[in-house]
């Protein structure tokens, strides 16, 4: 079992900034690729960002592409998510995810409660 507790969000104007932090405990964080997701009112979950175990590579949507950035701390078991230059379209709740490399794809197998985060225009 691995315990994911998100942190950071909160209200922001547009083009302002915030991070994103994910605190992970129980089984070995290394072991785990680190994702963020979000979701907003009334519209499915969708794929933010992704980071492997090491921390070497990353990937994101095309949507965040030169916005925001992932990386993570093994030694603090701690994803983050920084996110510049923030639109309106970027409200959601945020959830972070860790997931394993299963047949060619990642699956995520635990996931944090969310935070929220509201940008106004």
């Known amino acids: 079992q691995v315990q994911l507790v998100e942190s950071g969000g909160g209200l922001v104007q547009a083009g302002g900034s915030l991070r994103l932090s994910c605190a992970a405990s129980?089984?070995?964080?290394?072991?785990?690729?680190m994702g963020w997701f979000r979701q907003a009112p009334g519209k499915e979950r969708e794929f933010v960002a992704s980071?492997?175990?090491?921390?070497?590579?990353?990937y994101g949507a095309d949507s965040v592409k030169g916005r925001f950035t992932i990386s993570r701390d093994n030694a603090k078991s701690t994803v983050y998510l920084q996110m510049n230059s923030l639109k309106s379209e970027d409200t959601a709740v945020y959830y972070c995810a860790a997931g394993q490399s299963r047949f060619g794809r990642v699956e995520y197998d635990y996931w944090g409660q969310g935070t929220q985060v509201t940008v106004s225009s």
């Open positions: 129980g089984r070995t964080f290394t072991s785990y690729i």
């Open positions: 980071i492997t175990r090491s921390g070497l590579s990353t």
